[in-house]
Every structure is written in structure tokens, then in C-alpha cells.
């Protein structure tokens, strides 16, 4: 009876003092300091988020564990008054020591298995999108084929003020419509870059001769932040683009002016004067080592 009322009377300022600490969170704490508007932005940041959060609840809770058990060891054995050298010193505690190599384990297995799970449902890819997007990085620029539409749109590197800060009228917009299956299909044109929206939470590589695949819904109308990932040069801080997520009709509006303009069919690689420059120099330059 004793004991019950001991646990009670533990267990009830631990559950008050957990339901505090979760109901005081802020929406950022709540989605992991991950960045705004990142919780709900596409079918796959959700389960990203869930992941993440749900990663760091386990690790404190381990790190709990680990403080508890420090604290413990060092007040139980510590040297008592009256005694002259060493504490006592225990050579093995069974218990102890399986709950090191077990649970570990178990923490592994289960980051990984989570981790393949989720990851396995960002990288699978749709039979039948119905958008799809053809996206090139050029040194330090980004250019979209509009597969489905047939339309094109050729950036240029972005331009800065007086501050430093980028001009909006040269920043680069990727246009998608809300609500569709999409496929994004990831090219280069020179070195390795790579494609980033933030608040997706998830990027990839475009590598030389090699076509990458990035399928998700965007669930969320809005602008989100995109850049590349990847050091690839000079100006890489400056191949910065805008995700603009609009309703249907607004698509359809872009994509009319993109053809109003003449930029109709698909832009590959013959169009890029970078990779003249980049294969022509170094040609250049073995001719002159020669």
C-alpha cells in the first residue's frame, strides 16, 4: 500500500509537469524549429516533421536516462565519511549492462526502420503525374521546362542591390498548381548543384548525365524559398528561385503568358552557353598547356 502511495504521489507532479511542458510549447517548438510554413507545405512534410520532432522527444528522453543513472552512480558510490581510499568498486552489474547493449539497439533498429519507411514514400514515385516539370541549374541560374504544358522559362542569375540583398524582379519563379501530383525532374548543365525548396524539407542532387526524380503534392498555396544546396562556384549564395503555389486557374494564366511570349517547347542542353564557356576555357586551356 506504502508503495502505491509512493508512486502516486511521484507520478502525478511527473505527468502535471510533462502536460505543462508540451502545452507551453510554441508552434515552432511544436514543429522542431523547422523552418515556417514547413508543416503542412507538401503530402510529405507532415510525415518529415512527425519524424524529426518524434527523433529528438526519444533523444531527450534518452539523455534523461543517462543524466539519472550519472547522478545515481556518483551519490550512491561516492566516498563516505570515515573512509580512506577508493569507494567500494563493482566489478559487473548484470542488469545494468544489458540495458546498455539492448536498448541501443533497439533505438537503432528504430530510427532506421522509421527512417526507411518515410523515406521510401518521399522517394516513390508516381505512375501517372499530373504535372511535370523539367528543372535545369546552369552556373548560377535555373531553367524550367513545363513538360505538360509544353512552355519554358530561362533564368538568370540573381541580381543584388546596394545591401547585398536580391532584386525581385530577377529572381527566377517555379510555378506549380495546388493539389497535383507532380514529378520534378532534376538536371544540370555543368557541375553539381542542387535543388532545395525550405519548407519541403527535402532536396536533392542534379549531377551530370544522370536524370534525378523528386515526386510530391503541394497541399498549400503560397511563395516558399527555394536555392541550391550544393558549393558550386563562385556565385553559388546567388542561385536562389521562388516556388509560387497558386490555384488552377492562376497556372493556367501563367502558363498562357509563357506561350503569349513565344517560350514554347522544351529548353535542353543546347541551349546553354555555359557549358560552351566551361568546356570551351578548359579546351582553351589545354590547348595552351600543349
Same mark, same amino acid.
Given at each position: 500500500?506504502?508503495s502505491?502511495?509512493?508512486?502516486?504521489?511521484?507520478?502525478?507532479?511527473?505527468?502535471?509537469g510533462?502536460?505543462?511542458?508540451? !502545452?507551453?510549447?510554441?508552434?515552432?517548438?511544436?514543429?522542431g524549429?523547422?523552418?515556417? *510554413? &514547413?508543416?503542412?507545405?507538401?503530402?510529405?512534410?507532415?510525415?518529415?516533421?512527425?519524424?524529426?520532432?518524434?527523433?529528438?522527444?526519444?533523444?531527450?528522453?534518452?539523455?534523461?536516462i543517462?543524466?539519472?543513472?550519472?547522478?545515481?552512480?556518483?551519490? !550512491?558510490?561516492?566516498?563516505?565519511?570515515?573512509?580512506? *581510499?577508493?569507494?567500494?568498486q563493482?566489478?559487473?552489474?548484470?542488469?545494468?549492462?544489458?540495458?546498455?547493449?539492448?536498448?541501443?539497439?533497439i533505438?537503432?533498429?528504430?530510427?532506421?526502420?522509421f527512417?526507411?519507411?518515410?523515406? !521510401?514514400?518521399?522517394? !516513390?514515385?508516381y /505512375?501517372?503525374?499530373?504535372?511535370?516539370?523539367?528543372?535545369? *541549374?546552369k552556373?548560377?541560374?535555373?531553367?524550367?521546362?513545363?513538360?505538360? =504544358?509544353?512552355?519554358?522559362?530561362?533564368?538568370?542569375?540573381?541580381?543584388? /542591390?546596394?545591401? *547585398?540583398?536580391?532584386?525581385p524582379?530577377?529572381?527566377?519563379?517555379?510555378?506549380?498548381?495546388? /493539389?497535383?501530383?507532380?514529378?520534378?525532374r532534376?538536371?544540370?548543365?555543368?557541375?553539381?548543384?542542387?535543388?532545395?525548396?525550405?519548407?519541403?524539407?527535402?532536396?536533392? =542532387?542534379?549531377?551530370?548525365?544522370?536524370?534525378?526524380?523528386? &515526386?510530391?503534392?503541394?497541399?498549400?498555396?503560397?511563395?516558399? #524559398?527555394?536555392?541550391?544546396?550544393?558549393?558550386?562556384g563562385q556565385?553559388? &549564395? #546567388?542561385?536562389?528561385?521562388?516556388?509560387?503555389?497558386?490555384?488552377?486557374?492562376?497556372? =493556367?494564366?501563367?502558363?498562357?503568358s509563357?506561350r503569349?511570349?513565344? +517560350?514554347?517547347?522544351?529548353?535542353? /542542353?543546347?541551349?546553354n552557353? +555555359?557549358?560552351? &564557356?566551361?568546356?570551351?576555357?578548359?579546351?582553351?586551356?589545354?590547348?595552351?598547356?600543349?
Open positions: 500500500m506504502r502505491n502511495r509512493v508512486n502516486k504521489w511521484v507520478a502525478a507532479p511527473v505527468a502535471i510533462a502536460a505543462l511542458l508540451l !502545452a507551453g510549447c510554441t508552434p515552432e517548438q511544436q514543429r524549429f523547422l523552418p515556417e *510554413g &514547413s508543416t503542412n507545405a507538401t503530402n510529405h512534410t507532415e510525415g518529415i516533421t512527425a519524424l524529426w520532432v518524434n527523433s529528438w522527444i526519444v533523444l531527450l528522453g534518452v539523455g534523461v543517462t543524466w539519472g543513472l550519472i547522478i545515481w552512480a556518483t551519490i !550512491a558510490y561516492r566516498r563516505r565519511k570515515g573512509q580512506t *581510499g577508493l569507494p567500494v563493482l566489478r559487473y552489474n548484470m542488469p545494468i549492462e544489458t540495458f546498455f547493449t539492448v536498448v541501443p539497439v533505438l537503432v533498429l528504430g530510427f532506421f526502420a527512417t526507411a519507411q518515410e523515406q !521510401a514514400k518521399i522517394e !516513390a514515385r /505512375d501517372n503525374p499530373e504535372n511535370v516539370v523539367e528543372v535545369y *541549374g552556373r548560377w541560374a535555373w531553367d524550367f521546362n513545363y513538360i505538360t =504544358d509544353d512552355v519554358h522559362f530561362q533564368g538568370v542569375q540573381v541580381k543584388t /542591390d546596394e545591401k *547585398g540583398s536580391a532584386l524582379e530577377t529572381m527566377p519563379v517555379l510555378m506549380l498548381p495546388v /493539389d497535383k501530383t507532380t514529378e520534378i532534376l538536371e544540370t548543365r555543368d557541375v553539381i548543384h542542387s535543388f532545395w525548396v525550405v519548407e519541403y524539407l527535402y532536396k536533392k =542532387d542534379m549531377i551530370p548525365g544522370q536524370t534525378n526524380y523528386m &515526386s510530391f503534392t503541394p497541399t498549400e498555396t503560397g511563395t516558399f #524559398m527555394g536555392k541550391c544546396a550544393e558549393l558550386c556565385d553559388h &549564395s #546567388m542561385m536562389l528561385f521562388e516556388l509560387q503555389v497558386v490555384e488552377q486557374a492562376e497556372y =493556367d494564366a501563367y502558363v498562357a509563357l503569349a511570349e513565344g +517560350n514554347t517547347g522544351r529548353i535542353g /542542353d543546347e541551349a552557353a +555555359n557549358i560552351e &564557356s566551361f568546356y570551351g576555357d578548359k579546351a582553351q586551356a589545354q590547348n595552351e598547356k600543349k
